[in-house]
């Protein structure tokens, strides 16, 4: 998890993978209804904001995980797998689908 947004306010923990790997990873609070480029961190002037969204963060992250706390997240379950996965849909070769007229051999496109 890198943000998370409530109404105008947008957390930042983590900006971007380069930032997962710090110690201490970004900090940004962003009041996107003033701020829609997210230049202006106003992370130390609404620590109420900032505790809000980190509890709501904490939240997910028991639910869905987090790799950059390495939370594994209790509503996760494993990748599932098919013994013998077979497509949902075959190609007919003799089947006349639809093709775009610039796809066709005969087609000039170029206009001469």
Same mark, same amino acid.
């Given at each position: 998890?890198?943000?998370?947004?409530?109404?105008?306010?947008?957390?930042?923990?983590?900006?971007?993978?380069?930032?997962?790997?710090?110690p201490d990873?970004?900090?940004?609070?962003?009041?996107?209804?003033?701020?829609?480029?997210e230049?202006?961190?106003?992370f130390?002037?609404h620590?109420?904001?900032?505790q809000?969204?980190r509890?709501?963060?904490?939240?997910?992250?028991q639910?869905?995980?987090?790799?950059?706390?390495?939370?594994? *997240?209790? *509503?996760?379950?494993?990748? *599932?797998?098919?013994?013998n996965?077979?497509?949902l849909?075959v190609?007919n070769?003799?089947?006349?689908?639809?093709?775009?007229?610039?796809?066709?051999?005969?087609?000039?496109?170029?206009?001469?």
């Open positions: 998890m890198e943000a998370i947004r409530k109404g105008k306010w947008k957390l930042h923990f983590a900006k971007g993978a380069m930032f997962a790997r710090l990873p970004l900090n940004g609070l962003y009041d996107l209804e003033t701020d829609i480029g230049e202006h961190n106003v130390d002037q620590p109420d904001i900032v809000e969204l509890a709501a963060a904490d939240t997910m992250r639910d869905l995980g987090d790799s950059l706390t390495g939370v594994s *997240g209790n *509503g996760c379950r494993p990748i *599932g797998r098919v013994d996965p077979k497509p849909a190609y070769e003799s089947h006349p689908y639809i093709v775009a007229a610039y796809d066709t051999p005969d087609t000039n496109v170029m206009g001469g």
